[in-house]
DNA sequence: GCAAAGATTTGCT
DNA sequence: GCAAATCTTTGCC
């Protein structure tokens, strides 16, 4: 019937090059959980590239370490941290072995398997979403992705790009690629110039399921 | 071995 | 608008 379209695994090669054009491609794609309640799947509207040592933002900054060792690793495994001791965000490693890079999952707009995700973000956070929280706005941040969509540090390593993965991308072959705004990234002005202004924050405008209260929603100076 | 800070979200003053 | 919650990772003594 004419609901969901046909979905194509995500493809490694994209994820193998260049870290702004893996994030570009995957602005639009599919995050699919695969659970005991049945799948949740919810198009990526929002982005954040971290592109090698250099990159004072980055986890990788302090060379290889245990926690960030999967970042050097083979494109297309998940990266998942804990920040702030309370929430998990879900990186997908790019560029060729021993390049450290990634792509920070920001925002996603549910499409399938809404009452899971609002079921998973109660049980994660103990809190109910706001009554104000539209279904469009359940996994409108990163840590509210990693929480609607189950996924802890036990996920690091998995192979996102792998169709029998029960955490994975895919791809809608048919679908227009959506328009794309850049913007610096949140929450680093640690990092300081010129990693705090590096537009590598990739989103979706027309989105209603950006991350921040919506006065941010674009690229409104701070 | 200890102290500090963090790729966030929520709720209250 | 600001601070709390909460714990792992990293740097330094």
Redesign the pocket.
């Known amino acids: 019937v004419t609901g969901a379209p046909p979905l194509a695994p995500f493809p490694r090669e994209i994820l193998a090059g260049p870290t702004l054009s893996a994030a570009r491609a995957l602005l639009g794609a599919r995050l699919i959980r695969e659970g005991s309640d049945g799948p949740r799947v919810g198009r990526i509207v929002e982005v ?1 590239a ?1 592109i090698g040592e250099d990159d004072a ?4 900054r ?1 060379g290889r ?4 060792a999967v ?1 050097f690793g083979d494109p297309g495994r998940a ?1 998942v ?7 998990h ?1 879900l ?1 997908v490693v790019t560029e060729p072995v021993g390049r450290p890079a ?1 792509v ?1 999952i ?1 925002a996603v707009e549910p499409e399938t398997g809404i009452a899971a995700m609002r079921d998973a ?1 109660v049980s994660r ?1 103990r ?4 009554a104000t ?1 539209r279904d469009a706005r359940l996994a ?6 990693a929480a609607a969509f189950s996924i802890d ?1 036990s996920a690091t390593g998995v192979d996102l790009c792998d169709p029998a993965s029960p955490l994975r991308l895919a791809l809608a072959p048919g679908e227009d690629p959506p328009p794309v705004e850049m913007t610096p ?4 002005a ?1 990092a300081g110039e010129p990693w705090s202004s590096r537009p590598w924050r990739l989103l979706v405008p027309a989105s209603p399921a950006l ?2 209260p919506v006065r941010m929603r674009t690229g409104s100076p701070a």
């Open positions: 954040e971290y933002a980055s986890h990788a302090f370490t245990a926690r960030n970042m990266y941290y804990l920040v702030y001791g309370m929430h965000c990186n990634a920070l920001r973000r956070t809190t109910r979403p706001p929280s409108a941040g990163p840590g509210l992705v540090r990234r949140i929450g680093i640690y991350s921040g």
